[in-house]
């Protein structure tokens, strides 16, 4: 049976309706606990932990300067930042994770601040084209293909197709467009026990609720072990250290103690000609300042914690079903950061898989993730993306143009939870709406 952690405030809210207007969890004004910071500017993401200390407040402000400075081509006097490619989506990582926020599909269809995530038919990366498309190359090399995306209306709803121009097309290829996310509190999230979360699966609906979270398990590259996965949009790395490496090598090319080939096809001498950083690319020393810096960016405090509608919103958040995956909080363990240990912390959150319905599936499967599962991704800092990125597109491909139209994309497990907002009056969908904007 699934465990039940949300907060008797929450409970409340959800059970009392008429008793006047529900009191929140005090806590949840800073859902990123002692880390939290107040930021409404375009700079919301991009804050350290508000209680690093000041050895590691020196390693954020190292690893900012990584995130931020552009890789080129070996060899090059730059010796510390030279590698780049062969092949590569970006050319520094806030290339994708603009102001450390999330990325877009532009209105003319253009990829630059997304991926193309792509494997066999049968499962594996692709034997041409690798596990990701890199629509970039080094000077000298061609591109492996291009990408673009196409848009048509579904119910009054967006829907993307992705179209590929590849030099020898493969119908049997299977392929995910994925969106850059923000990045704030991915070192807590790393830091809740596993224990925590495995409390929420409930892989066969023992409970009969209709919702069957399950974990992804994932090779951990440091300990060669099948882990618990929790970061990414199907849970597909262990921990922020193995995502930073993958998208490293995946996004620009550059290899680590972790990741340390670059993709090239057995076929394909050109590509393996192109001259390397060096073995590795990147030193351990300056990926653990990146790591670091992607492990303490700062949770913005809540916004209008008191507003009437936004409590209200929060009631029917909770009367809808929505916590039943978004499950509002969690209480950190240990951390190697003491700044994120044994923090209350509200990212809305249950890290595991869920079915998301038919609407939603790329038909790609990702470890232990099927096409039509996809990790339930934290809220906290969704209302900011605005203020951050200059846009509201969310889930994993930027379809839905604002929370109203991902809620209403919600099929599979959560599709009783979407009945149910759609049933609210507008004002109501309003609030909830305003309540999630507010986290």
């Known amino acids: 049976m699934r465990a039940v952690l949300v907060s008797v405030s929450l409970l409340m809210a959800c059970s009392a309706p008429s008793a006047g207007v529900p009191t929140r969890d005090p806590t949840e004004r800073w859902p990123g606990g002692d880390t939290s910071v107040e930021e409404v500017s375009a700079r919301s993401f991009s804050l350290p932990a508000r209680n690093l200390d000041a050895d590691h407040r020196a390693m954020f402000s190292v690893g900012n300067n990584l995130f931020a400075d552009n890789w080129v081509t070996a060899p090059s006097s730059t010796s510390a930042r030279d590698g780049l490619g062969p092949r590569f989506d970006a050319t520094s990582c806030s290339g994708c994770h603009l102001h450390d926020g999330r990325g877009r599909i532009e209105d003319d269809g253009s990829i630059l601040s997304a991926v193309v995530r792509l494997s066999a038919a049968e499962g594996g990366a692709h034997p041409a084209y690798g596990s990701q498309l890199q629509r970039h190359a080094v000077l000298g090399l061609n591109v492996e293909g291009g990408a673009r995306v196409r848009a048509r209306e579904v119910d009054g709803l967006r829907a993307y ?70 970061i990414g949009w199907k849970a597909n790395q262990p921990n922020v250290e193995s995502q930073v490496a993958s998208a490293l090598a995946g996004d620009i090319g550059i290899t680590s103690s972790l990741m340390a080939i670059t993709e090239c096809a057995a076929w394909d001498e050109p590509c393996r000609l192109i001259p390397s950083g060096g073995e590795p690319e990147i030193s351990d020393e300056l990926l653990g300042f990146l790591v670091l810096y992607s492990r303490t960016l700062a949770v913005p405090a809540a916004r209008d914690f008191d507003d009437p509608d936004v409590v209200r919103g929060r009631h029917h958040f909770a009367a809808a079903g929505c916590p039943s995956c978004h499950v509002p909080s969690f209480t950190t363990g240990e951390s190697d950061v003491a700044a994120l240990g044994h923090q209350r912390i509200w990212p809305y959150t249950d890290l595991l898989l869920h079915d998301m319905g038919e609407g939603l599936a790329d038909g790609r499967a990702d470890g232990d993730a099927t096409g039509s599962e996809w990790r339930t991704p934290p809220l906290w800092g969704i209302g900011l993306i605005e203020r951050v990125n200059d846009h509201t597109t969310l889930l994993h491909d930027g379809r839905a143009r604002s929370i109203d139209e991902a809620i209403r994309w919600h099929g599979g497990e959560a599709d009783a939870a979407r009945q149910a907002y759609e049933a609210l009056s507008i004002t109501d969908r309003a609030a909830l709406v305003r309540f999630v904007s507010s986290i």
């Open 161 to 230: 197709e992705l179209v590929l121009d590849l030099p020898v097309a493969d119908p049997s290829m299977r392929t995910s467009l994925r969106v850059a996310p923000q990045l704030i509190g991915l070192g807590l999230l790393e830091a809740i026990e596993e224990r925590a979360i495995l409390a929420y699966a409930d892989p066969d609906d023992r409970d009969g609720d209709g919702i069957s979270g399950r974990p992804n398990r994932v090779m951990d590259p440091r300990s060669q072990r099948l882990v618990l996965g929790r």
